[in-house]
């Protein structure tokens, strides 16, 4: 049983001042984030994985990848029907009053110690600002791998993700967590891609946040 997550591509420009964007930031995807999701879908092509669906979250930035995903000329990687579904579970956080600000922002208002505590170890923030709370959060990602599991084909699940969900994901539910954080390889960089597998009751990493140019070489 296998379980490719994907995060949706870039939302900014090269000269853009990034900020934080949750289930309440939906921005598109900007022209370079829309060519990884191409990228990706010629990598996926090249690993020889064939799928009939596509699940996304319900953001502008997820389904556009996943449309793009879906209209690649990579015909054989969909070879049965091209479908997108949007699934909740998918969702990002809700970062609350974080949204829409920079991290230097967030750090002028004393918030250093949790931007550090969640960039590290994926440790949601009580009093914070958060609108999502890790109760919630932790029953979404059970809800996304009971989902993957009931839906199991021959074929993998594929869906278009977004970081924050993520990194919960890897805390909650992956044994694999603490070499993510001591490695500091925790967090998954647009357009890149996690790929797990279930072996024995459990999921284990097969890769995580690699790029689509890195897939093409494993």
Not at 21 to 49: F, H, K, N, Y
Not at 94 to 111: C, F, I, M, P, V
Not at 197 to 207: D, L, R
């Amino acid at each position: 049983m296998t379980l490719i997550l994907i995060r949706h591509g870039n939302t900014f420009r090269p000269d853009d001042t990034p900020v934080w964007v949750g289930r309440g930031e939906d921005l598109p995807l900007v022209p370079s984030g829309i060519a990884q999701a191409q990228r990706m879908a010629e990598a996926l092509a090249r690993a020889e994985v064939q799928v009939e669906k596509v699940y996304c979250s319900p953001l502008l930035r997820a389904q556009m990848s996943a449309d793009a995903l879906l209209r690649s000329e990579q015909e054989e990687l969909f070879p049965v029907a091209r479908e997108k579904g949007v699934l909740d579970c998918l969702n990002e956080i809700d970062y609350g009053t974080w949204g829409g600000k920079s991290t230097e922002q967030l750090r002028a208002l004393g918030l250093g110690e949790e931007l550090e505590q969640w960039d590290r170890e994926a440790l949601v923030p009580n009093g914070a600002g958060w609108k999502s709370t890790e109760e919630e959060l932790r029953e979404q990602v059970g809800d996304l791998l009971r989902f993957a599991a009931e839906s199991a084909t021959d074929e993998p699940c594929i869906g278009v993700t977004s970081n924050g969900i993520l990194k919960c994901l890897a805390r909650f539910a992956l044994d694999e967590f603490p070499e993510l954080v001591a490695s500091k390889q925790l967090k998954v960089g647009t357009g890149k891609l996690v790929w797990l597998e279930q072996q024995a009751g459990k999921w284990k990493i097969v890769h995580w946040g690699i790029s689509p140019d890195e897939l093409m070489r494993n």
